[in-house]
């Protein structure tokens, strides 16, 4: 069965710190186009930030920009997620995706996780 699971998200106040992972099983992430996006309650997806299937680039969302850092470890098929400086307007559940390597971003046509809920509240 192809999924993906995120795990690490949680409550922390801000300017805490929270490190994000994502379990493939069913494939391996090899070459794929990986992404963390998230939802806020009454608020559209938005992506995050994303990184191709070599590793060599990536995109960030200028919110996150600086705080953020997205990574890949493709003999654990494994994504990740490392949250700095995090903010209150950074709530929001947070989804892993992967697709096929022609694509800057996951499509909503790929593969996509449940998500895991960060709070950050004081």
């Known amino acids: 069965q192809v999924q993906l699971v995120e795990s690490g998200g949680g409550s922390v106040q801000p300017g805490g710190s929270l490190r994000l992972s994502c379990a493939a099983s069913?494939?391996?992430?090899?070459?794929?186009?990986l992404g963390w996006f998230r939802q806020a309650p009454g608020k559209e997806r938005e992506g995050v930030s994303c990184?191709?299937?070599?590793?060599?680039?990536?995109y960030y969302a200028d919110s996150v920009k600086g705080r953020f850092t997205i990574s890949r470890d493709d003999a654990k098929n494994m994504m990740y997620l490392q949250m700095n400086s995090l903010k209150p307007e950074d709530t929001a559940v947070y989804y892993c995706?992967?697709?096929?390597?022609?694509?800057?971003?996951?499509?909503?046509?790929?593969?996509w996780g449940k998500g895991t809920q960060v709070t950050v509240s004081s």
């Open positions: 069913g494939f391996t992430l090899d070459y794929y186009v």
């Open positions: 990184i191709s299937g070599s590793g060599g680039s990536t």
């Open positions: 995706a992967a697709d096929f390597p022609y694509t800057t971003c996951p499509r909503p046509s790929g593969t």
